[in-house]
């Protein structure tokens, strides 16, 4: 089985550019899924944590998905998101609510979360950029399956022990476990492409509003109270401006009342509610795309006076995305 690597070779296997790239894996294959866990463990209090990734995509179906959880210092957080076309899934938890594309662009989510990476370097992302070549030079023992082309090389010295998954000719790395002896911490990363990646894409559940929300202190003019929303770059799910109404509300008796209401793509409007208050909302579309999207302006003006708020009722989604009161 000429195949099979002895222990030099799996050393220049690792230590060669690229032995884990997985920024060209997901330029050579159409759909990829790439899983990492890392679990921590300190001693001194006891504490346990960890944070595990699990990002794939079928470039031929044109769906992602980017999945993390971490649980660490008191922090739970269990978060998913499948972009299919116009729809999306975003998962919080074990419960899933649909999103919405008005301009779905198929994006390959590992190039996407290196892209963010690099313009933000202290964020949380996926240890993708994992390097094998630290395991170089330490005493292997290699099995391997002919049929399968399957090979698993473990390796231990005094600090860690070592579990190395590789497929095929010529050899590909898909699988990395490694166990901190010291102090009980470990690392996975698993990869898996073809047949063995799959996502699901669920249908008929609760729909979630736009995360589009005003400033919780609006500008306070010399006649006028303002409110304005400008639209960040991150700002990837495009929305019809027929779908979004906004709000001019007012409390009257303890109760929250909507003085005034204007559907996005009727702006440029302005209208006077039941007290005699005029209410104006302007719409800057930024890239003059006709939907709402990145880089667009949203503005809220009235007269009124007292407690006054701005809010934004999700026709689409049957729900308020926020409110902010003054």
Same mark, same amino acid.
């Given at each position: 089985?000429?195949?099979?690597?002895?222990? +030099? !070779?799996?050393?220049?296997?690792?230590?060669?550019?690229?032995?884990?790239?997985?920024?060209?894996?997901?330029?050579?294959?159409?759909?990829?899924?790439?899983?990492?866990?890392?679990?921590?463990?300190?001693?001194?209090?006891?504490?346990?944590?960890? =944070?595990?990734?699990?990002?794939?995509?079928?470039?031929?179906?044109?769906?992602?998905?980017?999945?993390?959880?971490?649980?660490?210092?008191?922090?739970?957080?269990?978060?998913?998101?499948?972009?299919?076309?116009?729809?999306?899934?975003?998962?919080?938890?074990?419960?899933?609510?649909?999103?919405?594309?008005?301009?779905?662009?198929?994006?390959?989510? @590992?190039?996407?979360?290196?892209?963010?990476?690099?313009?933000?370097?202290?964020?949380?992302?996926?240890? @993708?950029?994992?390097?094998?070549?630290?395991?170089?030079?330490?005493?292997?023992?290699?099995?391997?399956?002919?049929?399968?082309?399957?090979?698993?090389?473990?390796?231990?010295?005094?600090?860690?022990?070592?579990?190395? !998954?590789?497929?095929?000719?010529?050899?590909?790395?898909?699988?990395?476990?490694?166990?901190?002896?010291?102090?009980?911490?470990? @690392?996975?990363?698993?990869?898996?492409?073809?047949?063995?990646?799959?996502?699901?894409?669920?249908?008929?559940?609760?729909?979630?509003?736009?995360?589009?929300?005003?400033?919780?202190?609006?500008?306070?003019?010399?006649?006028?109270?303002?409110?304005?929303?400008?639209?960040?770059?991150?700002? =990837?799910?495009?929305?019809?401006?027929?779908?979004?109404?906004?709000?001019?509300?007012?409390?009257? +008796?303890?109760?929250?009342?909507?003085?005034?209401?204007?559907?996005?793509?009727?702006?440029?409007?302005?209208?006077?509610?039941?007290?005699?208050?005029?209410?104006?909302? !302007?719409?800057?579309?930024?890239?003059?795309?006709?939907?709402?999207?990145?880089?667009?302006?949203?503005?809220?003006?009235?007269?009124? !006076?007292?407690?006054?708020?701005?809010?934004?009722?999700?026709?689409?989604?049957?729900?308020?995305?926020?409110?902010?009161?003054?």
């Amino acid at each position: 089985m000429c195949w099979v690597l002895d222990e +030099e !070779e799996l050393d220049d296997f690792l230590s060669a550019p690229g032995a884990l790239d997985v920024l060209a894996l997901a330029d050579a294959n159409d759909r990829l899924r790439v899983s990492t866990l890392t679990e921590v463990y300190s001693s001194a209090d006891g504490q346990a944590g960890s =944070i595990s990734w699990d990002v794939a995509k079928d470039d031929t179906l044109q769906i992602s998905s980017i999945g993390m959880a971490i649980s660490l210092a008191g922090t739970q957080m269990d978060t998913e998101e499948v972009v299919a076309g116009n729809v999306t899934n975003i998962r919080v938890g074990s419960a899933w609510f649909e999103g919405r594309d008005a301009k779905p662009e198929h994006v390959d989510p @590992f190039h996407l979360l290196a892209l963010q990476a690099a313009s933000d370097p202290l964020g949380t992302y996926p240890p @993708f950029g994992f390097d094998p070549s630290i395991f170089s030079g330490m005493d292997w023992t290699i099995t391997a399956d002919e049929i399968s082309m399957q090979q698993i090389a473990t390796a231990t010295d005094d600090t860690v022990n070592v579990i190395l !998954e590789i497929i095929g000719e010529p050899p590909s790395l898909v699988g990395v476990q490694m166990y901190n002896v010291d102090d009980g911490g470990s @690392f996975r990363l698993d990869v898996a492409t073809g047949d063995e990646v799959t996502i699901d894409v669920k249908q008929g559940i609760e729909r979630l509003p736009t995360s589009l929300t005003f400033p919780s202190q609006p500008y306070l003019l010399q006649d006028a109270t303002e409110w304005t929303i400008v639209l960040q770059p991150g700002f =990837i799910l495009e929305i019809e401006p027929s779908e979004l109404q906004i709000h001019g509300l007012h409390t009257e +008796e303890d109760s929250l009342i909507t003085a005034a209401s204007i559907t996005i793509s009727e702006a440029p409007a302005n209208i006077t509610d039941d007290r005699g208050h005029w209410w104006s909302l !302007e719409w800057n579309d930024a890239d003059m795309d006709k939907l709402v999207s990145s880089g667009d302006r949203i503005t809220l003006r009235t007269d009124a !006076e007292g407690t006054i708020g701005a809010g934004i009722w999700d026709i689409w989604a049957d729900g308020w995305s926020g409110t902010a009161f003054n």
